[in-house]
């Protein structure tokens, strides 16, 4: 059965990092991707991953501070953000596609498969 399942997430300071990572189980998956929902706001796209690594694609408003990649030994992506801010604030969704290989898919219904998702809360 496939899986994502997501961890990392907690509480930090403005300017701090955290990691998130997805174990991926049950198939391949080829592009993933990071989504997040902040409060009373819509799930956005925030970092793809090509298949098997190779390319990567951000939003703008991550760009600079997030790094998205994947151990394919382990079947895991993560999520680096660093110089997190107040407005980073949400819950972060683990999303995999079945095909393609070009990270450039940034809506939610180009992915099959989604993780429970993870609360990252960033304090000012």
């Known amino acids: 059965q496939e899986q994502l399942v997501e961890s990392g997430g907690g509480l930090v300071q403005a300017g701090g990092s955290l990691r998130l990572s997805c174990a991926a189980s049950?198939?391949?998956?080829?592009?993933m991707g990071w989504f997040r929902q902040p409060p009373g706001k819509e799930r956005e796209f925030v970092a793809a991953i090509s298949w098997p690594g190779g390319n990567t694609y951000y939003s703008d408003s991550v760009k600079g501070r997030f790094t998205i990649s994947r151990d394919n030994s382990k079947n895991t992506v993560y999520l680096q953000m660093n110089s997190l801010k107040p407005e980073d604030t949400a819950v972060y969704y683990c999303?995999?596609?079945?095909?393609?290989?070009?990270?450039?898919?940034?809506?939610?219904?180009?992915?099959?498969?989604w993780g429970q998702g993870t609360q990252v809360t960033v304090s000012s």
């Open positions: 999303a995999a596609m079945k095909y393609g290989g070009s990270p450039h898919y940034v809506r939610q219904y180009d992915y099959d498969y």
């Open positions: 049950g198939r391949t998956f080829y592009t």
